[in-house]
């Protein structure tokens, strides 16, 4: 069910109430002016003066009582909704959420034929930085790296943290080669702007694999194409960026 909805259905719950409460004043009101010996007349005037002032009330009230609902339910709805999607530590979508885009684009691509490349993106050396500084630094590198990701690239790219210090990046209307220059400027920018630990300067480097995702392609399958193509960035010298073999054999390297 939608927040509009469930405010809707709140609110016609609220003026029902509202309703019953001005007919209770209304009868009670009635049943005790006649037991005090008012007249027809008086009564009438008396309970016409009560009913405009009820309602009024009642209708203010209702106003606030709506808006104070609507506020309370969207903030709940906007919790609810950032701890199913988004990565509780670096603000990006989780996996889960970063597979669930990774669908809607390759649906996407399915209807219009555009290019859609993916990118596997894993913090180098990150366990050295951990045992050497703490996890409280380690949070830290992991928030910096996803920010950085995200900051370097355009709005309508979709960065989720996969798992441990490794993002997936889906890049829509990217082929290879795009997707590489996109991703270059992501790796440079991480290893240009170190993290201040006290005194000292951490400089970060990330390794990358990329992979363009064909028309029929199982998007599993495209994860594992990028993520062969990081492992061989690693196993490369790190700081530096692999493609698919599929598509093409060049690789981005740190000038």
Same mark, same amino acid.
């Given at each position: 069910?939608s927040?509009?909805s469930? @405010? ?9 109430w ?17 037991t005090?010996?008012?007249s ?17 009330f ?6 606030m009582?709506?808006?104070?609902? *609507?506020?309370t339910?969207n ?18 979508y ?6 669930? &885009?990774?669908?809607? *684009?390759?649906? &996407? ?7 859609? $490349? @993916?990118a ?10 951990? =045992? ?6 380690? =949070?830290r590198?992991?928030?910096?790296v ?7 690239l355009?709005?309508?790219d ?6 441990? *210090?490794?993002?997936?990046?889906i890049?829509?209307?990217?082929? *290879? ?13 991480? $290893? ?11 400089? @970060?480097?990330?390794?990358i ?22 492992? &061989?960035?690693?196993y490369?010298?790190?700081n ?13 390297y740190?000038?």
């Open positions: 069910m927040t509009k469930i @405010i809707f259905n709140l609110s016609k719950d609220i003026h029902k509202f309703l019953l409460n001005i007919v209770s004043i209304l009868v009670i009101s009635a049943l005790i002016l006649s005090l010996g008012y027809k007349n008086d009564i009438m005037i008396i309970v016409s003066e009560v009913t405009f002032g009820a309602i009024l009642n209708f203010l009230f209702a106003k009582m709506k808006k104070r609902v *609507e506020k339910i903030n709940l709805f906007a919790k609810v909704e950032s701890q199913l999607y988004y990565d509780e530590l670096t603000s990006v989780n996996r889960k959420a970063g597979f669930d &885009r990774l669908m809607e *684009e390759i649906a &996407r691509v399915r209807r219009n034929g555009s290019n859609l $490349s @993916i596997m993106v894993d913090i180098d050396n990150f366990k050295s930085i951990n =045992d050497k500084y703490g996890h409280l630094v380690g =949070d590198v992991l928030r910096h996803a920010m950085e990701i995200k900051n370097s355009r709005m309508n979709i960065v989720s943290r996969y798992g441990g *210090e490794e993002f997936l990046v890049l829509p209307d990217s082929d *290879e080669i795009s997707a590489g220059f996109a991703m270059e400027r992501v790796r440079e920018n991480i $290893s240009k702007n170190p993290i201040n630990i006290g005194r000292d300067k951490l400089y @970060i480097t990330i390794s694999g990329i992979a363009e995702i064909t028309l029929n392609e199982n998007p599993i399958d495209a994860i594992e194409r990028a993520d062969n193509a990081l492992y &061989r960035a690693k490369s010298g790190k530096r960026i692999e493609i698919a073999p599929e598509y093409a054999k060049k690789s981005y740190p000038q």
